[in-house]
């Protein structure tokens, strides 16, 4: 882990769950007046541990109602098949992650779609657009825990 001290992970911590909340708020959460909190957030993002600010959203109420994990074995392992893979999966937005794995499976994609057919969809294009050894899909039926706030230690110096 980058170094970072108390405060930081404090403010790290509270962003990752509200980055909505006043810098007043976060000041005071971590134990900073606010100009101090705020010189610590530019710096956090300036060296790349705060990477972006999003507001989270219900993918079911966006109309994406299946969310499907792809399991990927390439069929040659060039960088010439992993530069086709990864402008292929950049090319789809509905790729919401990629992992390249160790292990049984070389990629672990994480999609959400409307439906099954719009995920037919996607995987002919997929599958058009580069070889694949094997593709299997696992469905997910619901969403049981989601969070995007990594378990930053908040506790000990």
Not at 24 to 33: C, E, M
Not at 65 to 85: K, N, P, Q, Y
Not at 88 to 100: H, Q
Request: charged share 25%; aromatic share 8%.
């Amino acid at each position: 882990m980058t170094d970072l001290d108390l405060i930081d992970r404090k403010i790290v911590a509270e962003l990752m769950l509200d980055a909505t909340l006043p810098i007043a708020q976060i000041a005071d959460r971590a134990g900073l007046s606010q100009t101090p909190c705020w010189k610590r957030i530019q710096k956090l993002e300036a060296n790349g541990v705060l990477t972006g600010r999003v507001a989270l959203a219900d993918p079911s109420l966006l109309g994406f109602g299946l969310t499907v994990f792809v399991a990927i074995e390439a069929s040659d392992h060039s960088a010439e098949w992993r530069a086709r893979f990864a402008k292929a999966t950049d090319a789809i937005p509905e790729i919401m992650e990629v992992y390249r794995m160790a292990g049984e499976i070389d990629y672990l994609l994480r999609i959400a779609v409307a439906d099954m057919m719009a995920f037919d969809r996607l995987y002919k294009r997929l599958t058009d657009a580069v070889p694949i050894k094997n593709v299997t899909s696992h469905f997910s039926m619901e969403r049981m825990k989601f969070t995007t706030a990594y378990p930053v230690d908040t506790l000990s110096r």
